[in-house]
């Protein structure tokens, strides 16, 4: 079996963009909001304590400790240190997360850990939803009866971690979403980011070449990108959002192997593809608007025919939003 599909690398760049940890306490959450969220001491942090704590802590990943053993010393450690030296545990936690990632991965493929995990997933029932089967369920955990993967995929989901189904096969990726518990610890700029990297955690864009999500989906995290690369110029994380502003926004204009936007046989674009991009349109005062007004424009000429005069203007399109959002810097 290959223990690396297209489907897994493309979800691995979507998702590293750095800066994330979490907490031992980690609890269900909705949409919406986070669970569980650690709150903040009052206790006067001391200065040399502060300077103790990140040494130990630079000891720690220095000494090629798992990621779940990280995260025990982050949750006990976060409040007596300043939000500076937090966002640091947070960055070298999340550069530990994505070294393991092959190694959890290679882990994964030994033995029959793959067949008992599938087992105790919804990927058989057809009847299941894409969340069903997507991501195996962490509250099945004590059911898998192999020790050594037990004790493996609790380590993984300590981690802040989730085991997702990619070509019928688990592989680990980031858990955006459960980094959420240091929001009280971080500032605006980090949480925001660490939101925008939730999308694609909780929700792939892309699965199997084909788009998982609706094109007015897409639409919104395009602009939600666009907003954080304008808001924060400055951001440590800038140039990897931009390049997810980059991916987005070639997947929302192409659509992808799997997910045409235009009809086979007629290639006349699909209605709800146009629905979107007018919807986009008329978004006032963005980058992505207003390419995708001239878009519009192009297919319209086109008479919504798709084709290669079509779609050799993505590319200079393309070129000229990312121009665009670097001078406005």
Do not use: W
């Not at 090629?64 to 409040?79: A, M, Q, R, W, Y």
């Not at 493996?152 to 997702?164: P, S």
Request: hydrophobic share 35%; glycine share 2%; with cysteine.
């Amino acid at each position: 079996m290959n223990k690396k599909p297209i489907a897994f690398i493309f979800i691995i760049i979507l998702l590293f963009t750095s800066l994330v940890g979490c907490g031992e306490k980690d609890v269900e959450k909705s949409k919406d909001e986070t669970v569980g969220r650690l709150e903040p001491k009052t206790d006067t942090i001391v200065e040399n304590d502060e300077e103790k704590i990140m040494k130990e802590f630079e000891t720690m990943v220095k000494s090629d400790n798992e990621p779940f053993t990280l995260v025990k010393f982050i949750d006990k450690n976060i409040g007596n240190v300043n939000m500076e030296y937090t966002i640091e545990m947070i960055r070298e936690l999340e550069e530990v997360q994505e070294e393991y990632i092959d190694r959890y991965t290679d882990q994964l493929f030994m033995e029959e850990h793959q067949m008992e995990l599938l087992t105790l997933s919804e990927v058989h029932n057809s009847k299941a939803k894409i969340e069903d089967y997507l991501f195996f369920d962490k509250t099945k955990t004590e059911e898998i009866k192999n020790e050594s993967l037990k004790e493996l995929v609790k380590n993984i989901v300590q981690g802040k971690y989730k085991l997702i189904n990619m070509e019928g096969a688990f592989y680990p990726i980031i858990d955006y979403e459960a980094l959420k518990v240091y929001n009280n610890y971080l500032s605006d700029e980090i949480k925001e980011y660490i939101d925008l990297k939730s999308m694609d955690s909780n929700m792939p864009t892309i699965l199997d070449a084909g788009l998982v999500i609706s094109f007015d989906q897409l639409a919104e995290r395009l602009i939600k990108t666009e907003n954080y690369i304008n808001k924060y110029p400055d951001s440590i994380k800038y140039e990897e959002i931009l390049r997810l502003y980059g991916v987005y926004l070639k997947f929302y204009l192409e659509g992808s192997d799997n997910t045409l936007i235009y009809d086979y046989e007629t290639k006349e674009i699909k209605d709800e593809v146009l629905s979107s991009y007018k919807k986009t349109k008329n978004i006032n005062e963005t980058v992505t608007s207003r390419v995708v007004s001239k878009y519009i424009d192009i297919i319209d000429e086109n008479q919504n025919i798709i084709d290669e005069n079509v779609l050799s203007k993505v590319p200079e399109l393309h070129s000229e939003a990312i121009a665009t959002l670097e001078e406005q810097k």
